[in-house]
């Protein structure tokens, strides 16, 4: 039986990945298109519904990013969400102007449509999240207005009968009281979806696909003994065995004590099938890096390093025809997709070097979100505390140190970095912050210990909570938790004299400290 799929038409907004995650959660698989793919292509692969995304465009601008009208005469459900709201308008017979008054944040709305399948079960006085600057001032024939704002005169239109829908906020953001109800309402109701995505169906298919694939090819996978690369690492190892060598790199630039964890989980006396290989490399990264303080530069320095290094133990093992890569979805986002903005790249994306000395690239996670790797490495039957320990960038620490990387401020960082760990497991905070670690500035200032004067770092600390990890809040810690933790790190860790603690959102910072 074929797959349910929702497709996202991207038109460059900084939610779009949000929207698919959404509808995924709704248990209805979802991919992200380009604007630019062909109409026949989309309707080709026979979508239950189509969601517009957001975009920072005008569109009433003929340069911007437009889409064929035969779309909205397709015959699929369609919801418009902002840009896609205005889209549809526009295509439609409707008028978008600037608007005299633009909406940022969170926004009372007004649904007037009490038989509206898109606000079954939402109040008629609820909160969204809204950022626009044009809005639609007329509908086109055959569409109602469904909700309005205090400065928006059309928040939601409908066509019911071509099951054509939007909404000018995002419904996708959390801020947004009851958008993952109308989300859920639009796959549903109004594009009769059943639920059919289900992480067990993803790691059988995956593992046949790759099966298929491979055949008796010989596959070398990229272990860092993070959560992404350690599942893509036991799925390989389902699918073609003994014919899988993982690589793990030592770049010099992990947590505390993680080389000697990694490999007592998968070196030889673990309980994975692997044939485990273990590079210690510090030497050759630090060098590299010497120098260097650009964070883009540091991450490509570090991913072409890191493939150098893959080659080369791939002429020692022999012939070496797919490399495996713990790729997840917001890394590809971050990186840049279709017309969307680069905000950083990863070194198993966008730091390829041009020419690697592998037949193909194998991402088996490339189209899942963190918690969908979670959900398939448990599937797997790896154990909880792997399946969710913290996340780590594949450049390690090159990217928690801010300036230039030396051996002194990896292990000022380390040092740090451990001590918070542990407190936060103390405290219980583990389980309820979804990311946290230490990151070293390059501020240096001057401070009193003892009877001397000092002149050292200080220590960024970084708490986040999220689902998704494309939006995320600065996790409220308490104070006597933070007060601990500079302690223990002003005492034990040298070269320290400050600590502070970020409390920037997602967006506008990163998650990451770079």
Known sequence: MKQEMIIVLDFGGQYNQLIARRVRECGVYCEVLSYQTPIDE?????PKGIILTGGPNSVYDETSPHYEKALFEAG?????????????????????????????????????????????????????????????????????????????????????????????????????????????????????????????????????????????????????????????????????????????????????????????????????????????????????????????????IIGEEFIRVFEEEAKKIGAVDYLVQGTIYPDVIESGLGKSAVIKSHHNVGGLPDYVDFKEIIEPLRMLFKDEVRAVGLELGLPEHLVFRQPFPGPGLGVRIIGEVSAEKVKIVQDADAIMREEFAKAGLDKKVNQYFAALTNMRSVGVMGDFRTYDYAIALRAVTTSDFMTAEAAEIPWETLQLIMNRIVNEVEHVNRVFYDLTSKPPGTIELE
């Open 42 to 46: 989309l309707i080709a692969k026979e």
């Open 76 to 300: 699929i459900p369609i919801l418009g969400i902002c840009y896609g709201a205005q889209l549809m308008a526009y295509s439609t017979g409707g008028k978008v102007e600037t608007a005299t008054t633009s909406e940022y944040g969170k926004t009372d709305v007004n649904v007037t449509c009490d038989k509206s399948l898109l606000f079954g079960g939402v109040e008629n006085e609820t909160v969204v999240w809204m950022s626009h600057t044009d809005m639609i001032t007329e509908v086109g024939e055959g569409f109602a207005i469904t909700a309005h704002t205090d400065k928006c005169p059309v928040a939601a239109m409908e066509n019911a009968e071509k099951k054509l829908y939007a909404v000018q906020y995002h419904p996708e953001v959390t801020h947004s009281v009851k958008g993952q109800q109308m989300l859920s309402n639009f796959v549903y109701e109004v594009c009769g979806c059943k639920g059919d995505w289900k992480m067990s169906d993803f790691t059988r298919n995956t593992i046949e696909e790759i099966k298929e694939r491979v055949g008796d090819g010989k596959v070398l996978c990229a272990l860092s003994g993070g959560v992404d690369s350690s599942v893509a690492a036991v799925l390989l190892s389902k699918a073609v065995g003994k014919n899988l060598t993982c690589v793990f790199v030592d770049h010099g630039l992990l947590r505390k004590n993680e080389a000697e964890e990694v490999e007592r989980i998968f070196g030889d006396e673990g309980e994975y099938d692997l044939n485990f290989v273990h590079v210690k490399a510090s030497e050759r990264f630090y060098e590299k890096l010497s120098g260097v303080s650009e964070p883009e530069a540091k991450r490509k």
